[in-house]
């Protein structure tokens, strides 16, 4: 016995049934629809950006390798070592060992000197609160991200290596970019 | 007065109904309650409260103005509001104002991080500081003393320091100096402030002001773990909390409040004594001699090197233990001498012999006080010993018991002691005299015949006797703090039956909160001693089967009975008596292996194998405070250098000599055979001592001691007192090496000083300052004379543990009589010990080097 | 004393009003022509001892304000309903005052009253004995403010910081020290708001003119005192 749907039954209303030439239109047409998007990108270029010749300008804000502050006009280091910056990390990489000042080796201004002060770039996740943290503006982060080397203890940075200047090779996003 | 008893009271505070005890201050009802009262001035160690920096406001109800919660105990029925706006407003403006003068210094200031300031001012302060006019300056930092500094600028004047220096250490040198807002904290007169507490000031600080010089600028708490121990250093075994970094570097120590044991303070021993443990010329590495001198070597090669001799020298073979052994070490240096060598000849004492009968007796339940009793006792008796010394908390305890709990102190030494400002009676007999003292004590007690007789023999006016027996007999409890050098030299056994024979007159055991407490003259003395280390007492104070020779006997045997010597942790030379026989027996000894962190003189010279020591940092043991709590070493660091754990190093020794593997794998495993075979100390755990120890005394095993009976008999006639000047000598604080190792301590180290009186200096035409040789015979030795008003004439005394010039050289376990001439021509210089980091000279002439005294009474 | 005793005490209490009876020595000092120590029965109008008693104020000069009970007392404008009060504890004291130590001190208004609240504040400062915070602070405070409210470089939020640091400190000390200069300050403050804007606005005029003139010299609360 079949089934009778009864009122149930909906018509379908189907759209009109092309003849060849609508069958060709859209096996055909609609594929070069649908290549003018690709087409069109096609005209456009290439939006590879060639590292190493080329460099993806960065924003003012962007958060590289960090660098170390002297005070312009007496060359003494911003740093006293209060070990802010080590609190602040969430990744735990920063390690800060004080020292006092005397007369005779003044490294800061003040009672209290960073006399080391090591960042372990391989645990850094460059999240700027060390930056935050910083109550004299000692650390800043500069541009550089190109920090890659071949073993795990050269990427311990040292003191020394974050009071220098640093190699400025990367190019800055200018206005209106 | 006695204990008092917990009575409970019930109040409101913030809705809540809590319970505390009665009497409490609301700051520390509050806690019952789970709410926090943020204060700065209240330290409820430091006695009454003062309420002066107004930070604990609070509002009460029926009361119109708020109060201050750390002066007001708590009532029934009290209802208390800590969180309406008017009590937020006032907290919020106290803050403010403590921080209109407070520098901004948190980012150099050593407190940050841990600063009751920065986490009040946080938790209740107003968010900002509207305060920009220039703030007060004053000079700083400054050294208040070569431990201390002082930033004068981030004071907040909350008095904690000045009411410290006032009333529990009592050296009275902190006083607050100006008024108002030029108030500034300082001494009267500039000079530093040097004192054998003064580190507690640092603890006390709520803010940066007071900061350590030794630890300045080293770590931030979030650098650093903290590990809490027991302190070994003296026989006070304070616990402590060492602050360590990288798990390998113990930066520095503090206080584990334990009241049971050192009521929360800690002396500058201890606070500053963890320096030793990296000083750059401790031993690390195990030493051979070769070819005359000492060699590191590999382990295998010194293990095996002191296998061979001591398996030569067999029952030969004596061993001193030293204070700072565990009773883990201890038991087993005793077990590898008893059953693998057969040698009964261990010491752990310095001088004279302890009766079984005796020792047993000492370590009965009933006739030992606990160190907080003292806190409570009517009457404090100090025999023959110098707390601030000897045991240094003790001295604070007994303080804090005069002042605020009404004790009375009875001081019966032969030299002048700190405490005789605070005594009721002092009783100053000669030294080497203390036998027939405590026998005229006993003879006041009880009828007074014969007391003239044993006052002459004592060398004390029969009248201060009779005083303090008189306040002794009233006594509804007494504490007894009684030096264990009564127990030393030729007569020590019956120096221990007047003593005992004095608690029977005193009837001690029927007295509530009342007992003996002994100030040893090493740390872990009674540990030692109830583990075995005596020559005719095993494990348990059992007697041995067969007796060995004590250490007064020793040097005399070796060469015959002995002819190998085991030094775990003990330095003869500077600790003995009879400096010299001591030395030439070193010399005459075919084998002497040393244990020991610091190669002092005797092991320099004379020691064939070497093996590092264990600093208390590095440990994990048990010992034994002289009240008989057992306290937990905890290992906190690495393991410097090549050191090995004692018990492993004596476990290889003993398995090597028997030709068997090593059984013993692990330290909790040499506790466990240690408590198996002392039975009071039956089933004690490790987690039962825990981080505050127990008192065997308490435990059921207890009763598993060996009955002893106070001896009943009469007392031997005590010898009669020589002519001339008798010798007694200091043990001082600062003997050793924490000041000879320790830099920051290196000024205090003690130069040999001869004290007299005025009267035998006019006699002997000598001034304050000479230099002196003291002696007999052909045996000088050289001192700076130093008057005291206070010394009786007839006696003179030496510090005893000093590099050179030590006191032992004249001592030999019986009353000395001495000649002192001046040294024409000699002037006394300053010390330079040359130390591993800085070479720090003290002046001989500032009587702050050498033991620690209180200002001139 | 010896009238008391010969005359007895209802005598005594005769005078004076039911609440505050008797007689009393007050000394009135101040722009007062005649400065010195009077025994008046308690309940007379003040305006009868100022202007009767000590001879009233210099001529062509008005009473600004006065202190009815020594420095710690809070000030009275100079007012008439306030010069005509009865000079007694209840009325004083319902006043926004009290009659404390019987000191009258009378300002007249030749003198700022910055400057009136400068002398007492510097008084206080000096005499506190530094033990309680927000004594100690809150003079030194103060005085600093004051110090820089006279130079100029205050502003209008400073006075408001200034009333709020006195309700900060009234009822929060140890002693009553830091009420009695929390106290006539606060009521100063309140009082006469205006002239201390006044002053002050004129004070940074001057300091402006000053630096522009090219003299800046800098003055004020700079306090150093070496230890």
Known sequence: MTY????????????????????????????????????????????????????????????????????????????????????????????????????????????????????????????????????????????????????????????????????ERTPLRREGE | MSRPEEKFVSFDIDGREVRAPEGAMLVDGAKYGDVEIPVFCYEPKLGPPVGACRMCLVEIEGIPKLQTACSTPVKDGMVVITKSDRVQSAQNAVVEFLLVNHPLDCPVCDAGGECPLQDV?????????????????????????????????????????????????????????????????????????????????IDLCPVGALTSVPYRFRARPWDVEEAGTVCTLCPSQCNVTLTVRDDNKVLRAFNRQNDEVDDGWLCDKGRFGYQTIHAADRVVHPMVRDGGTLRA???????????????????????????????????????????????????????????????????RPDLSARVSDIDYADVVLVLDAEPVDEAAILDLRVRKAARRNGARVVVATSRPSSLDANAEAVVRFAPGASEAALAALGAAL???????????????????????????????????L????????????????????????????????????????????????????????????????????????????????????????????????????????????TFVVAFTDFLGEGVLEQADVVFPAPSYAEKEGTITHPDGRLQRLRQSIGLVGEVRPQWGVLAELAAALEDKPVELLSSPMATEQMVAAVPFYAGVTLAEIGGRGVRWQDRDAASSLAAAELPDGALESPPELGDGLRLGTVLSLWTGKVTEHAPVLSFLAPQQRAELSADDARRLDLSPGDVVEVGFDGTRVRAVAALRDAVPPGSVFLVEGTRTDNATALTNGAPRTVEITRVPDAVAKGTSLPLAADAGAADASTSVAGSAEAPPA | MPLIVDRGADWFRSLGTEKSAGTKVVSVSGNVRRPGNYEIELGIPVRDIIYGLAGGLEPGRRVKCFFPGGSSAPVLPGTDENLDLPYDFDSMAKAGSMLGSGAIIVIDDAHSVVDVALWTAEFYRHESCGKCSPCREGTNWTVKMLDRINVGEATPM??????QMQANIIGNCLCVLGDSMAMPLGSMIEKFRPEFEDHMEAARQASEAEAAAGDLELTGSVEGAAA
């Open chain 2, 121 to 201: 001012a946080y938790g209740w302060g107003p968010g900002r500081s509207r305060f920009i006019e220039p703030k007060r300056h004053f000079k700083k930092p400054l050294e208040l003393s070569p431990t201390v500094a002082i930033d004068r600028e981030r004071c907040i004047l909350c008095y904690r320091c000045v009411r410290y220096s006032q009333e529990i250490a009592e050296d009275h040198q902190l006083v607050l100096l100006e008024r108002a807002d030029h108030s500034f904290v300082g001494t009267h007169d500039g000079a530093p402030y040097v004192g054998p507490f003064s580190g507690n000031i």
């Open chain 2, 297 to 363: 070597v590999p382990w295998e090669r010194a293990l095996s090197e002191a296998v061979a001799g001591l398996r030569k020298a067999g029952a030969g073979t004596a061993a001193l233990v030293g204070g700072e052994a565990t009773n883990e070490e201890g038991f087993l240096l005793q077990r590898l001498l008893r059953e693998v060598l057969g040698s009964s000849h261990v010491d752990s004492r310095p001088s004279g012999r302890l009766e079984g009968e005796h020792a047993r007796v000492l370590a």
């Open chain 3, 158 to 163: 400073d006075i408001e910081v200034l009333a």
């Open chain 1, 4 to 167: 009778d749907p009864g009122p149930d039954v909906i018509a379908v209303q189907r759209g009109p049934e092309p003849g060849g030439a609508g069958g060709a239109y859209r096996i055909f047409g609609e594929t070069l629809r649908g290549l003018k998007t690709t087409l069109a990108r096609v005209a456009e270029g290439p939006v590879t950006i060639e590292y190493p010749e080329e460099k993806t300008p960065v924003y003012p804000r962007f958060r590289g390798r960090h660098k170390l502050q002297r005070f312009e006009d007496t060359g003494l280091e911003k740093c006293v070592g209060c070990s802010l910056c080590a609190a602040a990390c969430p990744a735990d990489c920063i390690r800060v060992v004080a020292a006092e000042n005397t007369p005779e080796h003044q490294v800061s201004a003040g009672e209290r000197y960073a006399s080391v002060y090591e960042i372990n770039m391989t645990r850094c996740i460059f999240c700027g609160y060390c930056e935050v943290a910083c109550p004299f503006d000692a650390i800043t982060m500069g541009h550089d991200f190109e920090l890659s080397d071949y073993t795990r203890s050269d990427l311990i940075f040292t003191k020394e290596m974050l009071l220098a200047e640093p190699l």
């Open chain 2, 482 to 589: 009684w030096g264990e050098r009564l127990s030393h030299g030729a007569r020590g056994p019956q120096g221990v039956a007047a003593l005992l024979a004095l608690m029977r007159s005193l009837d001690i055991t029927g007295k509530e909160g009342s007992g003996l407490i002994e100030i040893p003259s090493s740390t872990n003395a009674r540990g030692l001693r109830e583990v075995g280390c005596l020559p005719n007492l095993g494990p348990g104070l059992v007697p041995t089967a067969g007796e060995g020779l004590a250490a007064a006997d020793m040097p005399g045997a070796v060469g015959e009975d002995i002819s190998a010597l085991v030094l775990l942790q003990a330095d003869p030379l500077r600790t003995h008596p009879d400096r010299q026989a001591w030395a030439a027996a070193l010399d005459r000894a």
């Open chain 2, 446 to 480: 009880t009828g007074g015949a014969g007391l003239d007789d044993l006052a002459r023999r004592a060398g004390a006016p029969a009248e201060t006797v009779r005083a303090a027996a008189s306040l002794l007999g009233a006594a509804e409890s007494i504490v007894v």
